[in-house]
């Protein structure tokens, strides 16, 4: 069985299920997939309780990290009787498999690819750092720019209160409009694929 966080926008959840249930099938599985709007102790009950009745051999949940949500994820999951495997992003219960992406690792390499381009203005645009995710992202980021001796990251960081596309967009319309011309950036790192549409969308423009 696999649980997920449904979102309009960003299909990565959906083409992950797409992932899980291709490599289920080459390993002599089947897979059940529920989308659940919110993480409350209604839904997330609701689709274990669906899945049981499946008999299920284990679970996958990707539930993001909303720390409001950690009491109610911990209670189901340690009720579970079958096996429980954390992807992505994971609120932090212990004693539970999770298969987690280095966030901070995976900006660093990013930017560093445009450095070694010849880039050397490059603004960040991400979303505020209320989960461990968005702070490993600029984490990442920081330590690229740092290790090129550039302070330009500093004064040129901007953020977004959610991933959207026209928060993107926005944003973006923003720092073209704003910053002085010899702090003009050649580069813009976007901390996720949904953030870059709508900046694509905005330097097209």
Not at 32 to 51: F, Q, R
Not at 88 to 96: K, L, N, Q
Not at 99 to 111: M, Q
Request: charged share 25%; glycine share 6%.
């Amino acid at each position: 069985g696999y649980i997920y966080v449904v979102s309009q926008e960003n299909i990565f959840f959906t083409k992950l299920a797409t992932w899980i249930e291709r490599m289920s099938f080459e390993k002599g599985y089947g897979t059940i997939s529920l989308a659940i709007p919110v993480v409350n102790e209604e839904s997330l009950d609701k689709a274990m309780n669906l899945l049981m009745t499946y008999r299920v051999d284990g679970i996958i949940l990707n539930l993001g990290s909303d720390i409001g949500a950690l009491n109610v994820i911990e209670n189901i999951v340690k009720q579970s009787v079958v096996p429980v495997v954390m992807v992505e992003r994971s609120v932090d219960i212990f004693e539970v498999d999770k298969i987690l992406v280095d966030n901070t690792e995976g900006s660093y390499i990013a930017v560093n690819r445009l450095l070694e381009a010849g880039h050397r203005k490059i603004v960040y645009l991400g979303v505020v750092q209320k989960e461990l995710v968005e702070k490993e992202r600029y984490s990442g980021y920081l330590q690229a720019m740092k290790s090129a001796g550039n302070d330009y990251a500093e004064k040129h960081s901007y953020f977004v209160d959610s991933y959207s596309i026209e928060n993107g967009y926005q944003k973006c319309i923003e720092i073209v409009k704003t910053i002085e011309r010899e702090e003009y950036p050649t580069a813009i790192f976007a901390a996720s694929d949904i953030l870059a549409a709508g900046v694509y969308q905005a330097l097209n423009q």
